[in-house]
């Protein structure tokens, strides 16, 4: 049983492996392209989020391959096992949670349980090399015994900072609501003009504070620096994400639940302008 689970786990593994070599594997379809990001698939973002780097998919096959050619020698099981036991942990949790292939996602968790049980065969050995020689290797001392509620106060201290600041920066740091937070269309501009500075879609983005996005009609995007003043109602966006110079519109703001409108002027040109905006659903 043993030689029958590591050299089945290889023959699968080298198959996936030289699939993504020769790009059976991660190629997308022109009409998964041409989809907003918001309407793709998991299986076609996992697909495309892999295929991005040509070198990243080359390093994951490459990585199985080797692993797999090294279950294919008996000395060097363990080893193989201990390389791509977490390789295959991840690609399980993909497959699980994005919604990849049934087929697929069968045959990623018949490996994984053949290199459990590969690894079991050899718990002996990995309790050896994890725990006893370990502590053989770095014995504790008397002095150290001293230090040891100190040592766990230190790691105490550096899980709850680093939770901490991670939190301060998901909830404070990245996130300043605002009234205008959102995706709004621009359905009317009066007067009309022609300008490339008006965009057919404003996104005020909540989960990144101050930045506004502008999305024109020819697909193209324009990151700017805003600010609101929910006092005076009024709105300033600046050019550069980095720093606050001379702002390229100022306006006051009227909003509703479904509808906003902005009046303001462009600092190029000084012509008033009023823009009218649906909220996107």
Known sequence: MYR???WSIAFVLLAYGFAKLTHAQFTILDSELDKPMGQVSGFWLTWYYFSYSGVYSAIIALSQITGAV?????KTTLLGAC????????????????????GA??????VLIGLIILLSIHKQELIDLFWRNQNRLFAQNPSGKRFAALKWIVRLTLILFAAGWAYYAANYNNIDPTILDGAW??????????????????F???????????????????????EVDSKTNSLRIWQDRSRKDTAIFVAQ?????????????????GEEVTIQMKKRE
Request: hydrophobic fraction near 50%.
């Open 253 to 269: 703001y009227a909003i509703s639940q479904r509808d906003l409108s902005i009046k303001g002027k462009f600092a190029d040109n």
């Open 204 to 226: 005020f983005e909540r989960n990144r504070a101050a930045l506004c996005v502008f999305k024109f009609a020819d697909g193209t995007y324009q990151p700017h620096n805003f």
């Open 70 to 74: 090294l279950l294919t020698f008996r």
């Open 83 to 102: 390389l791509l036991f977490p390789i295959v942990v991840n690609i399980a949790l993909v497959d699980i949670l994005y919604g990849i292939d049934l």
């Open 4 to 6: 029958l689970v590591r």
């Open 185 to 202: 269309n621009v359905v009317k501009v009066d007067p009309p003009v022609t300008s490339q500075q008006i965009p057919s879609t404003i």
């Open 105 to 110: 996602t069968i045959m990623a968790i018949f």
